[in-house]
């Protein structure tokens, strides 16, 4: 069955770090991918997707990720991050089916 | 973009009794579906609402407990049936756009059973 596999389930940072998030997934055949980002409070949002060409996507407030599909990962990276990025993060790869399979989520915590 | 809505926002049952939650979108869409997101959890996919037929469940989701009604192509309805507290979730309400694979949430119910 196909999986999502987040790497970090919490992550601390200082405003002005770099952020990088794992994300892989286990399937062979051809995906969609998607990061999703849930802020206190809030419903789910996207964040930004991937569906082919270019493997760097650039999504929503700065945040990108890279395809790589010979690792089947697709890590979000933002190179500063603000308090207001304090969220939680959900990788999903998108089936055939058109169902989204998620991964566990990473809770991300920025100090001011 | 779609616009969804559910109703009730949250709720607050006792163990033993039902309750059926309301996904309306703003506009037609091809596919929409029920997940379930436990507290600190990820999301889980509960079933694919299809139109005029049978949902479609996940292993580990049973019509009987989840009925599932979707009369067109905008509303859908989840029931939780015999609630119990391991119920207390949040449900969540998601729709793709036909010829898109990008699928929008809605804001979601939140259930505590006691």
């Known amino acids: 069955a196909q999986s999502v596999s987040q790497h970090n389930h919490h992550v601390i940072l200082s405003e002005a770090a770099s952020l990088e998030l794992g994300c892989n997934y286990s399937?062979?055949?051809?995906?969609?991918l998607f990061w999703y980002v849930q802020y206190p409070g809030q419903h789910l949002q996207l964040l930004l997707k991937y569906f082919s060409g270019d493997p760097l996507v650039k999504g929503i407030k700065g945040f990108e990720a890279e395809f790589i599909k010979s690792k089947f990962s697709f890590n979000l990276r933002k190179p500063s991050v603000q308090w207001s990025d304090t969220a939680e993060y959900f990788c999903?790869?998108?089936?055939?089916?058109?169902?989204?399979?998620f991964g566990q989520g990473t809770t991300l915590q920025v100090k001011p | 973009s779609a616009v969804i809505s559910q109703k009730p926002s949250r709720d607050i049952c006792q163990r033993g009794t039902s309750l059926t939650i309301q996904c309306q979108v703003d506009s037609q869409v091809t596919m929409m579906f029920w997940y379930r997101q436990q507290p600190g959890q990820s999301l889980t996919l509960i079933a694919t609402a299809n139109q005029g037929s049978e949902a479609t469940y996940e292993s580990g989701f049973v019509i009987d407990k989840f009925p599932i009604s979707r009369p067109n192509l905008t509303f859908s309805t989840l029931t939780v049936s015999n609630m119990s507290p391991e119920d207390s979730s949040i449900y969540l309400c998601s729709v793709t756009a036909a010829n898109s694979y990008e699928q929008y949430f809605g804001p979601g119910t939140r259930l505590t059973v006691t």
């Open positions: 999903a790869v998108n089936e055939v089916t058109g169902k989204l399979i």
């Open positions: 399937y062979g055949g051809t995906v969609n």
